[in-house]
């Protein structure tokens, strides 16, 4: 499987700014999401993103917020913006089978990056 | 997509053989059950996955029964290591939509 490295691990910011967190993978892969994973709760999903296309939000995510990039097949990243308290998660890139993968829709995570705003 | 639910919390000895219960009563015909697994300031990563009967790897076993409203992953002689969470998923053949549940908590006792 994919090994997947997020940047930065953890990092703690003020309130209303902005960071941008970066997921590089070692293998070309089609699918890559984002997902959001608040103290003591479950995993969200944010969006989709999509390669040469703007991402494909969740309801209840707005670009606005969560701006993504996805440059090309390794790489993609995710801002916060405008970080407030509640916006203090855990936030993780995901990648599904890598091209030309025939298999079981299995998805393959980063370790996260836990942000902390105060 | 079908909802899941499983237990919050379990409790096991080191050495014993650990058995969570996931229910999905609507899963649809082309769905798969798949079991993840969380340690603390860790991803989920993927542990097994089945469709029917009963499906083993070197992690763990997953037994599905004939009407597939539930199924039991089952982990052989715990240790320290294997307490994490543990989540059960019904994912659509073909679909990358994950809908993570709560997951059950696995606390290993020595």
């Known amino acids: 499987s994919a090994v997947i490295s997020q940047k930065p691990s953890r990092d703690i910011c003020q309130r209303g700014t902005s960071l941008t967190i970066q997921c590089q993978v070692d293998s070309q892969v089609t699918m890559m999401f984002w997902y959001r994973q608040q103290p003591g709760q479950s995993l969200t999903l944010i969006a989709t993103a999509n390669q040469g296309s703007e991402a494909t939000y969740e309801s209840g995510f707005v670009i606005d917020k969560f701006p993504i990039s996805r440059p090309n097949l390794t790489f993609s990243t995710l801002t916060v913006s405008n970080m407030s308290p509640e916006d203090s998660s855990i936030y993780l890139c995901s990648v599904g089978p890598g091209q030309g993968y025939v298999g079981a829709n299995v998805l393959t995570f980063g370790a996260g990056s836990r942000l902390t705003v105060l | 997509l079908a909802k899941t639910t499983q237990p919050i919390s379990m409790d096991s000895y080191e050495g014993q053989e650990v058995n969570i219960t996931c229910s999905h009563n609507?899963?649809?015909?082309?769905?798969?059950i798949t079991w993840y697994q969380q340690f603390p300031s860790q991803g989920p990563r993927f542990i097994i996955q089945?469709?029917?009967t009963k499906v083993t790897n070197e992690v763990a076993s997953l037994f599905i029964p004939a009407d597939r409203k539930s199924s039991t992953l089952s982990l052989p002689r715990v240790s320290l290591s294997d307490t994490a969470v543990y989540y059960c998923?019904?994912?659509?053949?073909?679909?990358?939509?994950?809908?993570f549940g709560k997951g059950t908590k696995l606390s290993v006792i020595p």
């Open positions: 609507n899963i649809a015909t082309n769905d798969y």
């Open positions: 998923l019904v994912v659509g053949a073909g679909s990358y939509q994950l809908t």
């Open positions: 089945g469709y029917k």
